[in-house]
């Protein structure tokens, strides 16, 4: 009985091992299948996110405006509500409400009579001139440094003042002997303001107003020993820089950007204040300026320029008589370089070359040019 009792037991042991064991293999089968299907899952996942950013990659790029050509991104040359010229020149344009007014580098050939500057910002330039110029008995040099301040008082409106600084040398050639006369000195001072009229557009050019004048600071340049009616009353043997007059100016300049130039054009009037020396009264009259040229961009920080500059002067009159062979042309060609070398300063070399007889042969300028 007790043999019998024992087999039982050890039967019952064995069936219940194995099912045990049974038991633990089916449960480690579905472990493992379990963690086979949640990692197949999870790269289900990620791919499907992967694709999804790829989608919403390619609507943003579809969405994003291209970038506007060079010649519509850069700033109108008036200056007013336009990208800023040391900006990226390939970047979209901004909506008319945020953008700013500079112009771009090319324009500032004719800086002289077009706001260049935004509201609140200030400009100082340091310019060296030295010319030559020669005739039948005189040869002259001269050599003058001007310091011009410039301030925009908004985007279409600046101001400017000018104070030079000259020294020249005359010989003539007369009688079997060579008189040399110096002239040095603090030449006439001139203020200026410039403002935009209106700003250029597809198939119209802009234009600018300027007004100034000249304030008599020089030395007076008459012979007032030798002052007659009808005779020129300048001294002949020295070769001055000044007026001796006020001399008020106007002049109005267009400007239409065809990329990657700027064409310019402008025409001026400026009118000498008679007034007595010696008791002799001296009109020098009326002058009519006019110019043209173009600015070419060499690269985003190099612009190459070319303009005509030219005047032409009524006659003389002294004493209310009017001076033989006082009327005069100046015409002038001067080629540039416009040199962006630091943040917001500018390096520029000039030649220019007279093509009339009343203008000076040659001339080489240097210019200095700071913003803050």
Known sequence: MRRTSVVMARHAARVTGVSLAALLAASASASGQSKEELLERRIQQLEARLKSLESEITKRDKAQPAPARRGAERPQAAGANSQTAQGPRDA????????????????????????????????????FDYGRGTSFVQNDRSFRATTTFRYGVSNDIELALSVPYFASQRRTNAFNQTIVRNRSGLADISFQASTNLWR????????????????????????????????????????????????PRGAIQFFKTVDPLILFFGVGADYAIPKSFAGIKVEPGYRITYNMGFGFALSERSTLGVSFNGALSERFKVGGVPVANSVNELLTARFTLIQRVG?????????????????????????????F
């Open 200 to 247: 250029e557009d597809e198939w119209y050019p802009g234009a600018a107003l300027t007004l100034g004048v000249s304030i008599p600071t020089g030395d007076t340049p008459y012979d007032l020993m030798n002052l007659r009616a009808g005779v020129i009353p300048t001294d002949p043997l020295a070769l001055n820089q000044s007026s001796g007059h006020w001399v």
């Open 343 to 371: 943040q917001d300063f500018w390096f520029e070399p000039s030649v220019t070359l007279g093509l009339t007889d009343d203008a000076p042969d040659a001339a080489f300028s240097l210019s200095l040019r700071k913003r």
């Open 92 to 127: 979209p344009q901004q909506p008319p409400g945020q953008q700013k007014s500079a112009v771009a580098q090319e324009a500032f050939l004719a800086r002289d009579n077009i706001p260049t500057l935004q509201s609140n910002k200030f400009e100082m330039s340091q310019s």
